[in-house]
């Protein structure tokens, strides 16, 4: 086999589209895809012919685990290059589900995200501040947890903790403007 023939069998794996396919958010998975090809076909092809050798599907567990590395981890060139840039912007989008008018608000702010973005930082302001800050630091100054924790001394699951119930908060007690 050659490297063409392994790409191919990789591109083309059930357990390989499947892995692909289950990538959340569901906007980066073509991305996802593209950059994966990248990744293995800069790799050697006596490397993958070596990993294929040795069963039958080792080449797919092999890819399947370069995926879910580099979708997951917040260190992995695919997090820095796609995720991180996309994180507020997207964090933003996740709020605009139920959503209220006030006429106040409308007359003082421009856009329907300069509302939003208004009564998040207004809740914001009424929670202890130390979940107050960890949450703008990650969603407003793109952060990663890893860089938050290493700031505040705290472990990298409290500031993921703190960062997922402020979340659910913010849904619980926030509502949104939508224009309509």
Known sequence: ???????????????????????????????????FLLLILEKPEEELLAIYNKCNTCLEHYAGSIIKLQFKSSTSPFFKQYRQENRAQNAKEQYYDLLTIDTTE?????????????????YLDSIPPKKSIIFSEYYFKGKTLKEIAKKYKMKYTTVRSIIKTTEQLLRDNVTYYTGE
């Open 1 to 35: 086999m050659n490297k063409e023939q392994l790409t191919n069998l990789i591109i083309n794996s059930p357990s390989i589209n499947a892995t692909l396919n289950n990538l959340n958010p569901e906007y980066l998975r073509d991305e996802m895809k593209q950059y």
């Open 106 to 122: 409308v007359a003082t702010a421009h856009t329907e995200e300069e509302i939003n973005i208004k009564r998040i930082k207004q």
